[in-house]
């Protein structure tokens, strides 16, 4: 199988039905912000992240594969055949509960504090910005998506904070307040 099929030249690109959809259409531009978000944290993890913290953000990667499916998938036909491509409020327990073993781990925040750190830290920051970049396309589709799937991107970001912040002061890097 070769890597082009020449079938997006003219601009539009298959959604999982079969429908052709241009390639600025909102809910392409959609999925592939979760691609780009999946595209971070693999630059995250080439920054020689801790072996746990790196088989975490693996899990992230693949459910991220899931919900960039769910998107492309707006009739809703694929998740029922593939169920790894279904993401549920399962999967949203399983990040609320590493967000709070992790923030276990981190002194409090006082403050607002400013991206950086070390290269793995600073690349979950901007994954955080990319990953409420995808949330706010999210939202804005039409028909709305599943609501499972804001939920599970909302409470992303808010896990990508918080590995930021163990990343970092777990290297030693000090978090500059604003």
Known sequence: ????????????????????????????????????????????????????????????????????????????KLAPRVTKAV????????????????????????????AGGTPAGAALHVARTVCRRAERRMVALDPPVNPVLVRYTNRLSDLLFVLARVVNYRAGAPETEW
């Open 1 to 76: 199988m070769k890597i082009y099929t020449r079938t997006g030249d003219t601009g539009e690109t298959s959604l999982f039905d079969g429908t052709r959809a241009r390639k600025d259409d909102a809910r392409v531009d959609a999925y592939g912000e979760v691609d780009e978000l999946n595209a971070w944290l693999g630059l995250a993890r080439a920054s020689h992240l801790d072996p746990a913290l790196d088989e975490e953000i693996v899990t992230i990667q693949r459910d991220l594969f899931a919900l960039g499916a769910q998107l492309a998938d707006p009739g809703g």
């Open 87 to 114: 993401i549920g409020d399962d999967h949203i327990v399983r990040l609320e509960e590493l967000i709070d073993r992790l923030e276990e781990q981190l002194p409090p925040l006082r403050r607002f504090i400013l």
